[in-house]
């Protein structure tokens, strides 16, 4: 007991001869020092990174600030919104940094802050919001694990809850189970349903192939025995790509549009075919097509640009210059991303349908045919190269990733998903991998 009331009468003679030098100390810099080292707790804490606004590629950000004195642990809180700190859990650390338990996922904001905790229990003031972003590593890589032979070649792929539908051309569909995308396998396979492209809404999927003239609608409420409702004779004929919004299915052709009408699923009907769609100096074949969200759909021409059209018929053409072959296309907010071959990928202003304009170019070394877009991403080839391009300001895209041999048509969290049409396989892109 006496020695316990020595040490505290030492602790408060030290503390008063630490207030006596700070008070009696005629250099400024270093009382403020002393007051540091003492009572730096109770004042904000210094972040230091990941910096603000920043971003990173890492599944376990690691958050860091400076030491306050006098402080023997800290208390953080992190939100995905600034609104939601307030009510954040409060987590501890001893250590001015701490490690995020994660796996954090890619298009992810983060909001974080820290206040230092002295001896005593007191709190001092927090930190200032900082806020980064999750965005995919510069070096994705394909798992090798999840390589899936399709027997042909792939044309294209959707992925629905944990399914990715896979369309293997003649070798038919392919249901692929995804629930843990490092470990996929096949859930069904439909080998005498060929299949180029499919559409999908709610517990329908729609199936074209250019071989034949139907439309195959499935009931895929149940993914893994999935039933063929109806086979729907198309008037035009086989295509390669559709897209389906307002109840309309459009479906193309080589210089055509055709409509079907599919408000009633088990019923569909024919509705009318926009033709024909030719751009001057273009080949006249029709290779993709995409919604914009509201009224309009997006058709690329080889060899010429992209138009425009809706159930009024064809509203404008933009011609490209340099525009390839075989170049697809996609659509957020208001602007639509061509694969634009030598052109690189072109960045068109579609907000007014009458009247698009590109609003911005990305160079490529190679050949840019494809783009496809998930979040604030789009996925772009630039010859044997697969780049990721940041899109969250759509007339200034940022590189961030870029892989060799690669291909993305969709990405769900941290996984990009792929089939490779010269080697009939199905694989999973890690977008996020662990050094």
């Given at each position: 007991m006496g020695r316990r009331i020595i040490t505290i009468i030492s602790l408060i003679a030290f503390i008063c001869g630490a207030l006596?030098?700070?008070?009696?100390?005629?250099?400024?810099?270093?009382?403020?020092?002393l007051v540091d080292r003492i009572l730096?707790?109770?004042?904000?804490?210094?972040?230091?990174?990941?910096?603000?606004?920043?971003?990173?590629?890492?599944?376990?950000p690691l958050l860091e600030w400076e030491h306050a004195g006098g402080a023997v642990n800290y208390h953080i809180k992190i939100a995905e919104t600034e609104l939601l700190l307030a009510d954040a859990e409060v987590l501890e650390t001893?250590?001015?940094?701490?490690?995020?338990?994660?796996?954090?996922?890619?298009g992810d904001n983060y909001f974080w802050q820290v206040c230092a905790v002295s001896g005593e229990g007191e709190t001092g003031e927090w930190s200032e919001v900082w806020n980064f972003s999750v965005i995919p590593s510069p070096t994705p890589v394909r798992l090798e694990s999840t390589v899936i032979d399709t027997v042909s070649g792939g044309y294209n792929l959707m992925i629905k809850d944990n399914y990715a539908y896979v369309c293997a051309n003649t070798a038919g569909l392919y249901i692929i189970n995804i629930s843990d995308p490092e470990n996929p396998n096949v859930a069904k396979k439909l080998t005498t349903l060929p299949?180029?492209?499919?559409?999908?809404?709610d517990n329908y999927a729609f199936i074209n192939n250019e071989d034949d003239n139907l439309l195959h609608i499935l009931d895929i409420s149940n993914p893994e025995n999935p039933v063929e409702k109806v086979m729907f004779p198309r008037t035009e004929g086989g295509t390669n790509y559709t897209c389906l919004f307002m109840d309309n299915l459009y479906c193309i052709g080589n210089d055509y549009v055709e409509i079907i009408d599919v408000s009633s699923i088990l019923v569909p009907e024919y509705r009318e075919t926009i033709s024909p769609i030719d751009g001057d100096g273009g080949t006249g074949h029709l290779w993709d097509i995409e919604w914009d969200g509201l009224t309009n759909a997006v058709v690329s021409e080889n060899l010429y640009g992209i138009h425009i059209l809706s159930t009024e018929g064809l509203k404008s053409s933009l011609p490209i210059p340099g525009y390839g072959e075989y170049c697809q296309i996609d659509i957020k907010d208001g602007y639509a991303y061509a694969g634009s071959g030598s052109s690189g990928l072109k960045i068109v202003d579609i907000s007014n349908p009458y009247f698009p304009t590109v609003a911005a170019t990305y160079e490529t070394e190679g050949s840019c045919l494809a783009a496809n877009i998930s979040g604030n991403f789009c996925f772009i080839s630039d010859g044997n190269l697969m780049k990721i391009i940041d899109i969250s300001d759509p007339v200034s895209p940022v590189e961030i990733s870029s892989a060799e041999g690669l291909w993305c048509y969709d990405a769900r969290g941290n996984y990009g998903f792929s089939v490779d049409y010269f080697n009939h396989t199905f694989y999973v892109i890690d977008l996020l991998p662990v050094p």
């Open positions: 006596v030098v700070i008070t009696g100390c005629e250099d400024i810099a270093l009382r403020n020092l730096g707790w109770k004042s904000s804490v210094v972040l230091i990174g990941p910096v603000n606004e920043g971003t990173v590629a890492e599944r376990t001893e250590e001015p940094l701490y490690e995020m338990p994660g796996p954090v996922t890619i299949a180029s492209d499919i559409e999908i809404q």
